[in-house]
């Protein structure tokens, strides 16, 4: 992305020093701004949004992006889900559809739109997870799993899709140049079943439990607020502190009743929110050197896209790892959980 709009000289120092840390090295926007340089045009013929007027975008702008451009991204999510699932699973098997997002809103919405895309049931049951942050796929699976569990006929298609630079924001202090030096745009998805639909041993995962949590006194460490001017996000330098604080006990609670140490976990998927995220849990958990690479490789290649983020790390981990940990943050300061294992008996 470039930074060319950030302003004075003092704050392309900052931000240069900022770049750095994040250890970031690729992210994907909507927005046709960051495909250009100061004394250039959009090189893929699309207009500016984010620089294009004085002052910045106001929401109506910024919403009308989003519906634009949050359809076709998550459609594309769910036909690779489709095509990763082979014969094993048709659309019209689908009975549950559980959309997830934080970055815009509009209605008629997301979930109808992809009934009519993907040709699903139009009596599909539909569900929403909306404004949850970065924690958000671990709830939607969550969901996904009670309902297949409740009924082992049950397709379940999650669809996560986040444009987060949508709200990038002409602000030079140093929690807004953080917060628009780690957020990209993405897309996952998946498709949870039931016990009667796996039992010919096709699934990627098994769910095999969940925990939450509430960190206690940390209601504004992530915050994420509309304003008239698209959505503001805080997030506190403490953060990354008090998950390491909260992690290992609420790692053995996780853990508890599935009656696995956390010596018997092969992958964590730890959700990266940000280098000091990452290295805040890794020595929390103590965890030895590259335990957290695919987390860290994803943060690499596309930066935090808030919900979808897990998925991507999930999808890589499951891969190399027998069995593991799945963990997400967000607002609250709340803390999601899951153990999981490879194939077997969830989707």
Not at 70 to 99: C, N, W, Y
Not at 250 to 271: C, K, N
Request: charged share 20%.
């Amino acid at each position: 992305m470039s930074a060319c709009h950030a302003g004075e000289e003092a704050t392309q120092r900052r931000l240069k020093a900022i770049y750095r840390r994040a250890q970031i090295d690729y992210r994907h926007s909507c927005c046709a701004d960051f495909a250009f340089t100061c004394a250039d045009t959009p090189t893929d013929g699309g207009e500016p949004l984010l620089f294009g007027a004085e002052g910045g975008p106001g929401l109506t702008a910024r919403m009308q992006r989003y519906e634009r451009e949050s359809v076709p991204l998550a459609q594309t999510a769910a036909m690779k889900a489709f095509e990763g699932a082979g014969a094993s699973v048709a659309r019209s098997d689908v009975t549950h559809l559980i959309t997830v997002t934080c970055t815009g809103f509009f209605a008629p919405g997301l979930d109808l739109e992809l009934v009519d895309r993907l040709g699903l049931s139009r009596s599909i049951q539909r569900l929403q997870v909306g404004f949850m942050g970065c924690q958000a796929a671990l709830h939607g699976l969550q969901m996904a799993d009670a309902i297949c569990r409740a009924d082992g006929s049950a397709v379940v298609l999650l669809v996560c899709v986040e444009l987060t630079t949508l709200h990038f924001r002409r602000e030079s202090d140093v929690v807004n140049l953080i917060i628009n030096s780690l957020f990209g745009d993405g897309a996952a998805a998946a498709l949870i079943t039931g016990a009667q639909r796996v039992a010919g041993g096709q699934a990627l995962l098994s769910m095999d439990g969940f925990y939450s949590y509430v960190v206690p006194d940390t209601a504004e460490f992530i915050s994420w607020r509309i304003e008239q001017e698209g959505f503001r996000m805080g997030l506190s330098a403490k953060t990354p502190g008090v998950l390491g604080q909260v992690l290992p006990d609420f790692v053995r609670r996780l853990l508890g009743p599935t009656g696995r140490s956390d010596s018997e976990v092969e992958g964590w998927a730890i959700h990266p929110g940000g280098r000091a995220i990452l290295d805040a849990a890794a020595d929390a958990l103590t965890l030895p050197p590259g335990k957290l690479s695919t987390s860290r490789e994803v943060l690499r290649c596309f930066g935090n896209m808030s919900s979808p983020t897990i998925l991507f790390v999930l999808d890589r981990l499951v891969r190399t790892a027998a069995n593991g940990v799945a963990l997400t943050f967000g607002p609250g300061l709340s803390v999601e959980g899951m153990v999981w294992t490879r194939g077997s008996r969830g989707g």
